[in-house]
């Protein structure tokens, strides 16, 4: 309101605190004082302020009194120009209703009445409104809401971010009008001039064309071309703005009707019939995510869907009928999921099995937002819990529940929880994982420590020390169960080299996620030439896996017959207790591939004895100790010649 003007100097202005006692005060909200009570003279008014004015009749005291300023007021208070009410009069104004002083303002506009446009118009009379009539008090909810009446608001639930997306969507429903009466005009694609199949034998059309001549075709891709662009400056709004958007662009293509009177094939675009499920399933999603994400006062949140649920949804939208059914951040069920106190997510109402059951994208809004708050215990008791429609999107989201018990602290529990299937699932989450995310997870169990960012790729800068790391122990044994139980990962020499890099490094992490190598001492130099245990368990694991130990052995025995010299130089150095040594660990395997390979380095011996003066300090009853049937035949027959050979040297 502007400020008021200053009154009349003969009288005093008081504005009434409550309109219910305007039949007391002569049907208005102000009272008049006669400035005859008050003395003129401004010495003698000093000496009076401590004295006081009954009226005997009303009760009132003035212990005080100045000249009055006239505020800004209803047409129907003002106290210069008599008001005469009346229920819904609009033809002409009632009596002196059309006067005005300068602060008089119009009831249903709410500005000057000077400024009203509608004030003695004809049919609309603003001049005649008051606050106690129904029908102005509704012309008045409908000039503040405009559009928005059909949301059923409140004036003074109408704040700018709605009144904004009110502007929108009735500048929308303008354009759509225009739009959709050009779609029920259709369009005749064929008459009978047009008819030039290569078959027609006669003038005029031909049967098939006689058949179609004049057919309206109705295309919808215009209304769908405009209703896509309102959607997508919708998703650009603030979430009130973009909530009524949606919610009335809903209600007006729900509306739409298809005047074809059968089937047309026409495209996605253009079918009534399939451009409007597919509108409607951009505008529910969109209103899903803003129902979770948006901090909705709790009346306003109630008012979206149930204005959803009023829309008439033609057949073939039947689908989206309770897609706004989401529940409340303080629904009952939800919350004592969240709180640990059901980890079922099911519970018992009115003697029925009651489920927390949400679609995906209902999901994925609730995890965004308690991932962006830092909730995550009760995220992950929340993804343990919930059931959906789509299983396949809800296992990739449970997939992370290691990552989420991580940035909780709970790294132990991270651990277990890579190997457990969760509600009986097929396999766990460690068979789907990638060589980075395993690397990722050890270096978190290992320091305590977490990525800053939302996903494994953001791990350029760390938090460190959340939690208690794993104990090395146990680390070592997931880390082995989530080796054999992904085979990628057990294929994967970077994901072994990466748990011997974890295991050799210093559990403080820098802030940048690099590790710290461990300083040890250089082994002993018997220990690293003769290192066989490292050879023998590694070729172990590859009995098991016959084609990749055939490759193994192909290339080590080509790589010996290239460098042989190599090779002898190298035994010349190291002697003979190290050939001997390398001969028996290939013999000792009942596996002929390797024997082979144990043969092939005794020929290297024979054949080159003129540069092996060592030989004949091989320890040969060590080698004779490798008998039938331990060794193939032909395998068994090569030994006892290379024995023989050495014995006679």
Same mark, same amino acid.
């Given at each position: 309101?502007?400020?008021?003007?200053?009154?009349?100097?003969?009288?005093?202005?008081?504005?009434?605190?409550?309109?219910?006692?305007?039949?007391?005060?002569?049907?208005?909200?102000?009272?008049?004082?006669?400035?005859?009570?008050?003395?003129?003279?401004?010495?003698?008014?000093?000496?009076?302020?401590?004295?006081?004015?009954?009226?005997?009749?009303?009760?009132?005291?003035? %212990?005080?009194?100045?000249?009055?300023?006239?505020?800004?007021?209803?047409?129907?208070?003002?106290?210069?120009?008599?008001?005469?009410?009346?229920?819904?009069?609009?033809?002409?104004?009632?009596?002196?209703?059309?006067?005005?002083?300068?602060?008089?303002?119009?009831?249903?506009?709410?500005?000057?009445?000077?400024?009203?446009?509608?004030?003695?118009?004809?049919?609309? =009379?603003?001049?005649?409104?008051?606050?106690?009539?129904?029908?102005?008090?509704?012309?008045?909810?409908?000039?503040?809401?405009?559009?928005?009446?059909?949301?059923?608001?409140?004036?003074?639930?109408?704040?700018?971010? @709605?009144?904004?997306?009110?502007?929108? @969507?009735?500048?929308?429903?303008?354009?759509?009008?225009?739009?959709?009466?050009?779609?029920?005009?259709?369009?005749?694609?064929?008459?009978?001039?047009?008819?030039?199949?290569?078959?027609?034998?006669?003038?005029?059309? =031909?049967?098939?064309?006689?058949?179609?001549?004049?057919? $309206?075709?109705?295309?919808?891709?215009? $209304?769908?071309?405009?209703?896509?662009?309102?959607?997508?400056?919708?998703?650009?709004?603030?979430?009130?703005?973009?909530?009524?958007?949606?919610?009335?662009?809903?209600?007006?293509?729900?509306?739409?009707?298809?005047?074809?009177?059968?089937?047309?094939?026409?495209?996605?675009?253009?079918?009534?019939?399939?451009?409007?499920?597919?509108?409607?399933?951009?505008?529910?999603?969109?209103?899903?995510?803003?129902?979770?994400?948006?901090?909705?006062?709790?009346?306003?949140?109630?008012?979206?869907?149930?204005?959803?649920?009023?829309?008439?949804?033609?057949?073939?939208?039947?689908?989206?009928?309770?897609?706004?059914?989401?529940?409340?951040?303080?629904?009952?069920?939800?919350?004592?999921?969240?709180?640990?106190?059901?980890?079922?997510?099911?519970?018992?109402?009115?003697?029925?099995?009651?489920?927390?059951?949400?679609?995906?994208?209902?999901?994925?809004?609730?995890?965004?937002?308690?991932?962006?708050?830092?909730?995550?215990?009760?995220? $992950?008791?929340?993804?343990?819990?919930?059931?959906?429609?789509?299983?396949?999107?809800?296992?990739?989201?449970?997939?992370?529940?290691?990552? *989420?018990?991580?940035?909780?602290?709970?790294?132990?529990? !991270?651990?277990?929880?890579?190997?457990?299937?969760?509600?009986?699932?097929?396999?766990? %989450? !460690?068979?789907?994982?990638?060589?980075?995310?395993?690397?990722?997870?050890?270096?978190? *169990?290992?320091?305590?420590?977490?990525?800053?960012?939302?996903?494994?790729?953001?791990?350029?800068?760390?938090?460190?020390?959340?939690?208690?790391?794993?104990?090395?122990?146990?680390?070592?044994?997931?880390?082995?169960?989530?080796?054999?139980?992904?085979?990628?990962l057990y294929r994967n020499s970077r994901c072994w080299s %990466?748990?011997?890099?974890?295991?050799?490094?210093?559990?403080?992490?820098?802030?940048?996620?690099?590790?710290?190598?461990?300083?040890?001492?250089?082994?002993?130099?018997? *220990?690293?030439?003769?290192?066989?245990?490292?050879?023998?368990?590694?070729?172990?694991?590859?009995?098991?896996?016959?084609?990749?130990?055939?490759?193994? $052995?192909?290339?080590?025995?080509?790589?010996?017959?290239?460098?042989?010299?190599?090779?002898?130089?190298?035994?010349?150095?190291?002697?003979?207790?190290?050939?001997?040594?390398? @001969?028996?660990l290939f013999l000792s395997f009942r596996n002929s591939q390797?024997?082979?390979?144990?043969?092939?380095?005794?020929?290297?011996?024979?054949?080159?004895?003129?540069?092996?003066?060592?030989?004949?300090?091989?320890?040969?009853?060590?080698?004779?100790?490798?008998?039938?049937?331990?060794?193939?035949? !032909?395998?068994?027959?090569?030994?006892?010649?290379?024995?023989?050979? @050495?014995?006679?040297?």
């Amino acid at each position: 309101m502007g400020p008021g003007k200053e009154a009349n100097e003969e009288s005093v202005i008081l504005i009434s605190d409550d309109e219910t006692d305007a039949e007391t005060t002569l049907g208005n909200s102000v009272v008049v004082i006669d400035s005859s009570d008050i003395q003129e003279d401004k010495s003698d008014l000093e000496e009076k302020k401590s004295e006081e004015i009954v009226d005997e009749e009303s009760g009132l005291v003035v %212990t005080f009194c100045k000249k009055g300023m006239v505020m800004p007021h209803a047409r129907y208070d003002c106290m210069t120009h008599p008001f005469e009410r009346t229920e819904n009069e609009t033809c002409i104004p009632v009596k002196q209703n059309s006067d005005m002083c300068g602060q008089c303002y119009c009831y249903v506009c709410d500005k000057l009445a000077s400024e009203c446009q509608y004030w003695t118009t004809s049919s609309s =009379c603003h001049c005649n409104a008051h606050n106690k009539s129904k029908f102005w008090k509704d012309q008045r909810n409908f000039t503040l809401t405009g559009v928005l009446i059909i949301f059923n608001l409140e004036p003074a639930e109408i704040d700018t971010d @709605l009144r904004h997306g009110g502007e929108l @969507l009735f500048k929308f429903l303008r354009e759509l009008s225009i739009k959709y009466n050009n779609y029920l005009s259709g369009e005749i694609v064929l008459s009978l001039q047009d008819c030039v199949c290569p078959s027609k034998q006669t003038p005029g059309p =031909c049967s098939v064309c006689s058949r179609l001549q004049n057919e $309206v075709i109705y295309r919808y891709s215009d $209304v769908f071309n405009l209703v896509s662009l309102f959607i997508n400056k919708a998703e650009k709004e603030k979430p009130k703005t973009a909530a009524i958007m949606l919610l009335g662009a809903a209600r007006e293509i729900a509306l739409h009707k298809d005047p074809a009177q059968s089937w047309q094939n026409l495209g996605p675009s253009e079918s009534l019939k399939l451009a409007v499920p597919f509108l409607m399933s951009r505008i529910t999603k969109n209103l899903q995510r803003m129902l979770v994400l948006s901090d909705f006062p709790k009346q306003l949140y109630e008012k979206f869907i149930s204005f959803f649920q009023t829309i008439p949804l033609p057949p073939y939208c039947f689908k989206f009928t309770n897609c706004l059914n989401i529940p409340s951040w303080d629904h009952r069920l939800l919350t004592t999921v969240l709180k640990g106190q059901n980890i079922t997510g099911e519970q018992k109402k009115n003697g029925k099995k009651e489920f927390l059951w949400e679609v995906l994208n209902v999901v994925k809004a609730r995890t965004e937002k308690m991932e962006s708050m830092g909730r995550y215990k009760e995220l $992950v008791r929340y993804l343990k819990a919930v059931k959906c429609n789509e299983g396949v999107g809800l296992r990739d989201l449970r997939d992370k529940i290691p990552f *989420f018990l991580c940035k909780s602290g709970d790294f132990t529990s !991270a651990a277990y929880a890579l190997l457990l299937p969760i509600n009986n699932l097929a396999c766990c %989450t !460690a068979c789907r994982l990638i060589p980075l995310e395993f690397e990722c997870y050890l270096k978190m *169990f290992w320091t305590g420590s977490v990525p800053s960012g939302k996903d494994f790729q953001d791990s350029d800068e760390w938090i460190l020390n959340v939690g208690s790391p794993v104990k090395c122990c146990t680390l070592i044994k997931q880390a082995l169960r989530v080796l054999y139980n992904n085979q990628s990962l057990y294929r994967n020499s970077r994901c072994w080299s %990466t748990l011997i890099t974890i295991l050799g490094s210093s559990p403080i992490l820098e802030q940048n996620g690099l590790l710290t190598t461990l300083t040890l001492r250089e082994p002993p130099s018997s *220990f690293r030439q003769k290192n066989f245990w490292a050879l023998k368990l590694f070729l172990e694991g590859l009995l098991y896996r016959m084609p990749v130990l055939h490759d193994v $052995v192909s290339m080590i025995t080509r790589d010996l017959n290239y460098q042989k010299n190599t090779l002898l130089k190298l035994w010349q150095t190291l002697g003979p207790d190290y050939v001997g040594e390398l @001969l028996c660990l290939f013999l000792s395997f009942r596996n002929s591939q390797l024997q082979s390979v144990g043969i092939f380095l005794s020929h290297v011996v024979i054949e080159n004895l003129n540069q092996c003066p060592w030989a004949k300090s091989l320890d040969i009853f060590r080698l004779k100790a490798f008998k039938r049937p331990h060794l193939e035949t !032909a395998n068994h027959l090569q030994l006892n010649k290379f024995v023989s050979i @050495l014995e006679n040297l």
